[in-house]
């Protein structure tokens, strides 16, 4: 709905969540976009949803309560459900031009840190970014169909945001800043999910993001058996038991478990066990 007041002209589109939004981790609730004119000024008001902020062009000053800054054209600023919140155009400036999305929902809180915006500091001061300016008007227009297409549109938008908010810091930079203890669990996970795949070291590696030499170390170190042995271990002991409490036949098992045919995993399988998949089988 697009209006004219005293102190803008803005477009809003606003949405209600139903049972399939409650049933995801993250819903839209309203987005919009304004030109402001002199003696812009909202607030104080808080809000029960997020609302994230964008400048497409002139100077806002943003007061979030335990300090005002000024943002320009690429940054943002985020309003925390209740929590009051002011801002205003400054006079003298270029037109103040914004685009809102607001959303809810139980994964909003962990994407916002995800983003680096919390309660201390709930603005970014980025340089304007053409692909977040696309999505932005991406979602803008999805706000005006009501099809299940126009709803799953807007998911995949509103997550491709996030995805281009959040600042992907260097390889060196995660592998000094996150510690075994963290993605080594994260690993093992991987490998439980994955074992039945055709799955390396270097995929997990890479899911993890640590280097592989570092990552098969550091594995060793505090498992006490180095990450190829581990997997391997998943999958034979799988193995195990399909034979013995299944019926299904070895080339079903074999592929199940990411080999490339029978004979790779009976290889495999003697050497672990030290006995073939037939005797394995005949001793349940």
């Known amino acids: ?64 309560g335990t300090g005002t800054v000024q943002l320009v054209e690429g940054d943002f600023f985020c309003m925390l459900p209740g929590h009051s919140y002011s801002y205003r155009m400054l006079p003298h400036t270029h037109p103040l031009q914004m685009t809102w999305i607001a959303f809810d929902g139980p994964q909003a809180n962990r994407l916002m840190s995800w983003i680096n915006i919390d309660l201390g500091a709930p603005f970014k001061q980025k340089q304007p970014a053409p692909e977040l300016q696309l999505t932005l008007e991406q979602l803008l227009r999805s706000a005006r169909g009501q099809h ?15 995805e281009q908010l959040c600042e992907t810091p260097a390889q060196e930079e995660l592998e000094l800043t996150r510690g075994p203890n963290e993605w080594i669990p994260k690993s093992i996970e991987y490998m439980k999910t994955h074992y039945g795949e055709p799955i390396g070291i270097k995929h997990v590696s890479d899911h993890i993001g640590v280097h592989r030499a570092h990552f098969s170390k550091l594995f ?41 045919d029978a004979t790779s995993f009976t290889r495999a399988f003697g050497q672990y066990y030290g006995r073939s998949p037939s005797q394995a089988r005949l001793d349940r």
């Open 1 to 64: 709905m697009r209006e004219e007041s005293a102190s803008e002209i803005a477009e809003n589109f606003f949405f209600v969540p139903d049972e399939f939004d409650h049933q995801s981790g993250l819903w839209p609730v309203r987005f919009g976009s304004n030109t402001a004119k002199q003696g812009y000024n909202v607030g104080p008001r808080s809000i029960p949803y997020y609302s994230l902020h964008f400048v497409r062009n002139g100077q806002v000053e943003f007061d979030y």
């Open 148 to 162: 299940p297409s126009h709803k799953l549109k807007r998911y995949t938008l509103l997550y491709r945001l996030f």
């Open 220 to 260: 060793t170190e505090h498992i006490g058996i180095n990450p190829s042995d581990y997997l391997r271990r998943l999958r034979m002991e799988q193995a195990l038991r399909l034979l013995q409490h299944t019926s299904r036949s070895v080339l079903d098992i074999s592929l199940s478990l990411g080999y490339a």
